[in-house]
């Protein structure tokens, strides 16, 4: 069978096609440190990686919201520490106001106290976090959730509790209302001080108005008590989830690295070996491409001469 000169140069571009094409696809592998270029490439290990990749995202964005959980925590922590001072400090004063040689100016004094340590308590209790949204609201993230009034203050957020992603299969709270945090466990704080204020603003000036003091003192001293019980309960509780999303971020991380090591074992170029077929393929071409030169400079007058 003979070839024809037309056949000969197809074959032998084609042939250089094909060598330059493995050589830039080398070369390619070498500059983006990828082995699979396409899913052509390696299609089962194209599939695993786009696996691996998805799973990455998602455990990139739990510990996005992690983190975002985590600061609203630390916030609510803060702020319930703040509060927690003030109660702490409501117990002195009330203790304080029962000594028997205090008069009515005195007991004022201590009740004009009281109203500013209402007002810090009801500005607490009203506080944003950095997106601009009450944190002790409940979902009415919006709507400031404490309002005072003549007796106390009123509530005008919900019940509900703003959960975050934070694992594949966990949800956590990262609010709490105001009404369990400052009017629940059978107390309410801005009814206790209110109740205080008016009762050293009233004289004492007979044995019934006395005992009526001894008793109301008694009683906002047991308030006291219960609100910051109350308090110290949320707090353990916020201190617990934040705890267990240092837990979840230390897994989070190891679930990172053992991602990130998948990927580089099924798409990384192992340098050596690329570097190794890039001198062959380069040596390959340069040997095909003088093959082609010389076959394509003979003709009939090669022999005639």
Do not use: C, W
Request: glycine share 8%.
């Amino acid at each position: 069978m003979r070839i024809s000169t037309s056949t000969m140069y197809e074959m032998g571009v084609g042939r250089i096609t094909d060598l330059q094409s493995s050589l830039a696809k080398t070369q390619q592998q070498l500059s983006t440190g990828r082995r699979i270029l396409t899913p052509a490439d390696d299609p089962v290990a194209a599939a695993h990686v786009l696996e691996v990749t998805q799973s990455l995202a998602i455990n990139t964005q739990l510990s996005d919201n992690r983190a975002s959980a985590t600061a609203v925590l630390n916030q609510v922590e803060g702020t319930l520490a703040r509060v927690s001072d003030i109660v702490e400090n409501l117990k002195a004063l009330v203790i304080s106001a029962g000594n028997p040689t205090f008069d009515d100016q005195q007991r004022g004094s201590i009740a004009t106290e009281l109203r500013g340590i209402f007002d810090d308590l009801l500005a607490l209790a009203n506080t944003k976090d950095g997106a601009g949204n009450y944190l002790f609201a409940g979902f009415q993230t919006a709507t400031q959730p404490f309002a005072p009034t003549a007796t106390g203050a009123l509530y005008n957020g919900d019940q509900g509790e703003r959960l975050i992603q934070v694992d594949s299969s966990q949800q956590m709270p990262v609010s709490a209302t105001g009404q369990f945090v400052f009017q629940g466990g059978g107390q309410d704080v801005f009814k206790t001080l209110k109740d205080l204020i008016t009762l050293l603003e009233s004289p004492v000036d007979s044995p019934a108005a006395i005992a009526a003091l001894n008793a109301g003192l008694s009683t906002a001293h047991s308030g006291i008590d219960k609100a910051l019980d109350n308090v110290l309960t949320v707090r353990a509780s916020v201190g617990s989830r934040l705890k267990q999303l240092d837990a979840l971020d230390g897994a989070g991380r190891a679930r990172d690295q053992q991602y990130q090591q998948t990927l580089g074992e099924l798409q990384d170029v192992d340098y050596a070996r690329a570097i190794t077929e890039l001198s062959k393929q380069q040596l390959t071409l340069e040997a095909a491409q003088a093959s082609f030169v010389k076959l394509t400079a003979l003709s009939l007058f090669n022999y005639l001469s």
